[in-house]
């Protein structure tokens, strides 16, 4: 997808005004934030798990290489393959080879961030094949021509309404010929279209939560079965993984998936958990005849050499949006990429480049609470931060913000004129907003309160209630 | 121009300040796979066969607990008129389903491909108490569709079968089988999905309904 993160600004406008978005994200809240919450409280081993799963991770970033080949020789021993690309056109090109080879027409894919890391779905259509998303959130926003907007639920933002009309414009055809109006019969008529179209289809595209090195195994994470529908019934299965998916053994997995549902979507155990190996085994009953994976690095060996490398632990819960008060505004598409939140912020100025996505790392308020809830401990502030002043240092923020903070620095430097300037200041705002405890807009600064709420202060200056403080107690 | 793998690993060598690791090392990742390390393993205070019963019927499962197999065909039978179900099912060829004696009233066939049931009866290789989960492995007589094709899904197991926690699993399968077999699928629940709006609905893609039958 064309990235368009340099919109930010005006993305994020455009989200704050639309009610059923907002409607959409205030449910977070009640939904995945408190479901994480009540996991959270339930296990006392919480912090615990957090810290080892970081151990783990570490470690195997490490020893990255010594892993990801473990774990090639392992596929290799199964009967399946291992291609690497080390750029989306690569990977891209392999997949289409496999599919031609393959001779394949039909393609279906379980829902995998990577395949839209690197635009695969769009490839392998300008190539001939007909590529169907199986999520049903993907398969939403594929017939709706959409980016995900959330890396756990992607079509967040939809609302019934909208999938209705939806349903009934593609399905027609099927000869589904009513509107849909209820969730049930919505969820029942994607079933039934879809299952067509996975007995159908010669290759099944999956991502891979984890990589083992131990065993050669890719593993996935659904409450749907659709990417188990799709690692079983095609003659042909592709798994696309980046090179950080690999972790040591079974029990590293089990590690960390006990973090996973729970920081996802609040459950202890999503309803499929599946460790695939290989192709099809001599007498097994069923199961596709060729496994493939493709191993992509886009720029993962860069930010392993990085002060980004704990980017690398991510295991791509979405913890951090749902508890980013931007993203809980904003929404995904705003970030204008395939990733948002926190951990896009992070990871897209480094995918698509600072100077296309250089206002992310600045659509954060610093406020940490994406750190706490990451369970894998990845400090995305301070990455955030560090990503601030690469951008400062390439002198790509604008030339009125750097002459605005240097003139801030400069006084902010002088206490007695910063107190000069700012205790008057202070007093006016405070009566200004007096009646309703903040301000939609504030004069001289509508660039920064035409779309935020700024509390009014409590009437004086930190400095002055010191003082008054010191004085008091004298 | 080397391969892509070479420039992959080249990099991440880079990256990491140093060479390929020297055989000593490398020794030493393969002792700590070959160690299978448990990390931290949740305690639970309820009985494994309630823990993995609640769990189950949390994830909105069907759940009976039969003293022998011979009961297992009427229970079978019960289930399927109770949610109106056609009484013509699939069987997985697993031993421990050779033992049941179906009536005349079912039709239970083995699982041949092509078959279109919207019934499957299937044996778990084990259950998990921690989370509340089958575990079931593909193979000769093992059809993975059958745990995710048909709208009904019924999995019989034995209560000597279960286990504390996943990595139980992972021992026992070391210790049944030289490798690991291709689908290794922990099943929880029946299939759902929030996608429409955040609200769960129950048989997006997998079984609409699981049924449990615990053994002994
Ligand atoms: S950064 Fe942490 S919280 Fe965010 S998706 Fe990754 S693992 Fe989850």
């Given at each position: 997808?064309?990235?368009?993160?340099?919109?930010?600004?005006?993305?994020?406008?455009?989200?704050?005004?639309?009610?059923?978005?907002?409607?959409?994200l205030?449910?977070?809240?009640?939904?995945?934030?408190?479901?994480?919450q009540?996991?959270?409280?339930?296990?006392?081993?919480?912090?615990?798990?957090?810290?080892?799963?970081?151990?783990?991770?570490?470690?195997?970033?490490?020893?990255?290489?010594?892993?990801?080949?473990?774990?090639?020789?392992?596929?290799l021993?199964?009967?399946?393959?291992?291609?690497?690309?080390?750029?989306?056109?690569?990977?891209?090109?392999?997949?289409i080879?496999?599919?031609?080879?393959?001779?394949?027409?039909?393609?279906i894919?379980?829902?995998?961030?990577?395949?839209?890391?690197?635009g695969?779905?769009?490839?392998?259509?300008?190539?001939?094949?007909e590529?169907?998303?199986?999520?049903?959130?993907?398969?939403?926003?594929?017939?709706g021509?959409?980016?995900?907007?959330?890396?756990?639920?992607?079509?967040?933002?939809?609302?019934?309404?909208?999938?209705?009309?939806?349903?009934?414009?593609?399905?027609?055809?099927?000869?589904?010929?009513?509107?849909?109006?209820?969730?049930?019969a919505l969820?029942?008529?994607a079933?039934?279209?879809?299952?067509?179209?996975f007995?159908?289809?010669?290759?099944?595209?999956t991502?891979?939560?984890?990589?083992?090195?131990?065993?050669g195994?890719?593993?996935?994470?659904?409450?749907?079965?659709?990417?188990?529908?799709?690692?079983?019934?095609?003659?042909?299965?592709?798994?696309?993984?980046?090179?950080?998916?690999?972790?040591?053994?079974?029990?590293?997995?089990?590690?960390?998936?006990?973090?996973l549902?729970?920081?996802?979507?609040?459950?202890?155990?999503t309803?499929?958990?599946?460790?695939?190996?290989?192709?099809?085994?001599?007498?097994?009953?069923?199961?596709?005849?060729?496994?493939?994976?493709?191993?992509?690095?886009?720029?993962?060996?860069?930010?392993?050499?990085?002060e980004?490398?704990?980017?690398?632990?991510?295991?791509?819960c979405?913890?951090?949006?749902?508890?980013?008060?931007?993203?809980?505004?904003?929404?995904?598409?705003?970030?204008?990429?395939v990733?948002?939140?926190?951990?896009?912020?992070?990871?897209?100025?480094?995918?698509v480049?600072?100077?296309?996505?250089?206002?992310?790392?600045?659509?954060?308020?610093?406020?940490?609470?994406?750190?706490?809830?990451?369970?894998v401990?990845i400090?995305?502030?301070?990455?955030l931060?560090?990503l601030?002043?690469?951008?400062?240092?390439?002198?790509?923020?604008?030339?009125?913000?750097?002459?605005a903070?240097?003139?801030?620095?400069?006084?902010?430097?002088?206490?007695?004129?910063?107190?000069?300037?700012?205790?008057?200041?202070?007093?006016?705002?405070?009566?200004?907003?007096?009646?309703?405890?903040?301000?939609?807009?504030?004069?001289?600064?509508?660039?920064?309160?035409?779309?935020?709420?700024?509390?009014?202060?409590?009437?004086?200056t930190?400095?002055?209630?010191?003082?008054?403080?010191?004085?008091d107690?004298? | 121009?080397?391969?892509?793998?070479?420039?992959?690993?080249?990099?991440?060598?880079?990256?990491?300040?140093?060479?390929?690791?020297?055989?000593?090392r490398?020794?030493?990742?393969?002792?700590?796979?070959?160690?299978?390390?448990?990390?931290?393993?949740?305690?639970?205070?309820e009985?494994?066969?309630?823990?993995?019963?609640?769990?189950?019927?949390?994830?909105?499962?069907?759940?009976?607990?039969?003293d022998?197999?011979?009961?297992?065909?009427?229970?079978?039978?019960?289930?399927?008129?109770?949610?109106?179900?056609?009484?013509?099912?699939?069987?997985?060829?697993?031993?421990?389903?050779?033992?049941?004696?179906?009536?005349?009233?079912?039709?239970?066939?083995?699982?041949?491909?092509?078959?279109?049931?919207?019934?499957?009866v299937?044996?778990?290789?084990?259950g998990?108490?921690?989370?509340?989960?089958?575990?079931l492995?593909?193979?000769?007589?093992?059809?993975?569709?059958?745990?995710?094709?048909?709208?009904?899904?019924?999995?019989?197991?034995?209560?000597k079968?279960?286990?504390?926690?996943?990595?139980?699993?992972?021992?026992?399968?070391?210790a049944?089988?030289?490798q690991?077999?291709?689908?290794?699928?922990?099943?929880?629940?029946?299939?759902?999905?929030?996608?429409?709006?955040?609200?769960?609905?129950?048989?997006?893609?997998?079984?609409?309904c699981?049924?449990?039958?615990?053994?002994?």
């Amino acid at each position: 997808m064309q990235p368009n993160s340099r919109h930010f600004q005006a993305n994020a406008e455009s989200a704050l005004r639309e009610p059923n978005l907002q409607s959409a994200l205030k449910q977070l809240e009640s939904g995945f934030v408190a479901g994480r919450q009540r996991c959270y409280d339930a296990l006392p081993e919480f912090e615990a798990l957090r810290d080892r799963a970081k151990e783990v991770l570490d470690h195997t970033l490490d020893n990255l290489d010594a892993y990801l080949l473990e774990y090639e020789a392992r596929v290799l021993e199964s009967g399946g393959l291992v291609h690497w690309a080390g750029t989306p056109e690569e990977a891209r090109e392999i997949v289409i080879r496999i599919c031609r080879d393959a001779e394949a027409k039909n393609v279906i894919r379980g829902k995998s961030m990577i395949g839209e890391e690197i635009g695969i779905n769009d490839a392998l259509e300008a190539s001939g094949f007909e590529v169907t998303e199986t999520d049903l959130g993907e398969y939403i926003l594929q017939l709706g021509k959409e980016p995900p907007s959330h890396i756990v639920a992607p079509a967040i933002h939809k609302t019934k309404d909208e999938i209705s009309d939806l349903f009934l414009e593609h399905h027609r055809d099927l000869g589904f010929t009513k509107r849909q109006t209820e969730r049930s019969a919505l969820v029942n008529e994607a079933r039934q279209v879809l299952r067509e179209k996975f007995l159908a289809a010669d290759v099944g595209m999956t991502g891979a939560n984890f990589l083992i090195a131990e065993t050669g195994s890719n593993v996935i994470v659904t409450n749907e079965g659709n990417g188990d529908l799709s690692s079983t019934l095609p003659r042909v299965q592709i798994v696309t993984a980046a090179i950080d998916k690999v972790v040591p053994t079974l029990e590293d997995a089990s590690l960390l998936l006990r973090l996973l549902g729970r920081s996802a979507t609040g459950q202890e155990i999503t309803a499929y958990t599946t460790f695939t190996t290989g192709p099809r085994r001599e007498r097994d009953a069923d199961g596709p005849g060729e496994y493939h994976v493709v191993l992509i690095d886009n720029h993962r060996s860069e930010m392993l050499g990085s002060e980004l490398r704990p980017m690398l632990r991510c295991i791509r819960c979405g913890a951090c949006m749902n508890h980013c008060p931007v993203y809980g505004r904003v929404g995904g598409h705003a970030y204008g990429w395939v990733y948002p939140g926190p951990m896009g912020s992070v990871l897209t100025p480094l995918m698509v480049g600072l100077d296309e996505a250089g206002h992310l790392p600045n659509a954060c308020t610093l406020n940490g609470r994406c750190e706490t809830v990451c369970p894998v401990k990845i400090p995305l502030p301070n990455l955030l931060r560090s990503l601030r002043s690469r951008q400062h240092l390439q002198r790509q923020n604008s030339s009125l913000a750097r002459i605005a903070l240097s003139l801030w620095s400069w006084v902010a430097l002088r206490p007695r004129l910063y107190q000069l300037l700012t205790r008057p200041a202070m007093t006016l705002l405070a009566r200004l907003g007096a009646s309703s405890g903040g301000f939609r807009n504030m004069p001289f600064a509508s660039g920064w309160t035409r779309v935020r709420d700024l509390p009014a202060p409590q009437g004086s200056t930190f400095q002055a209630r010191w003082q008054q403080q010191q004085r008091d107690r004298k | 121009m080397s391969s892509a793998r070479e420039q992959v690993l080249a990099r991440i060598r880079a990256a990491l300040g140093r060479g390929e690791l020297d055989p000593a090392r490398t020794t030493e990742l393969r002792d700590r796979i070959a160690m299978h390390r448990r990390h931290i393993e949740p305690a639970f205070d309820e009985t494994p066969r309630q823990r993995f019963r609640q769990k189950l019927e949390a994830a909105e499962a069907s759940f009976v607990e039969l003293d022998t197999l011979d009961a297992v065909a009427a229970e079978i039978e019960r289930y399927l008129e109770a949610h109106g179900a056609e009484k013509r099912i699939a069987t997985s060829g697993d031993e421990l389903l050779h033992a049941i004696d179906w009536p005349a009233s079912i039709d239970a066939q083995p699982w041949v491909a092509g078959s279109d049931h919207r019934v499957s009866v299937t044996a778990a290789y084990c259950g998990i108490a921690e989370t509340g989960s089958l575990l079931l492995v593909s193979g000769e007589k093992n059809p993975t569709r059958l745990n995710f094709l048909p709208d009904y899904h019924i999995v019989v197991i034995e209560a000597k079968q279960l286990v504390l926690r996943m990595e139980d699993a992972w021992d026992s399968l070391r210790a049944s089988t030289k490798q690991m077999p291709r689908s290794v699928n922990f099943i929880s629940g029946p299939s759902k999905t929030a996608d429409v709006e955040q609200t769960v609905e129950y048989g997006a893609h997998g079984p609409r309904c699981l049924h449990v039958i615990l053994v002994g």
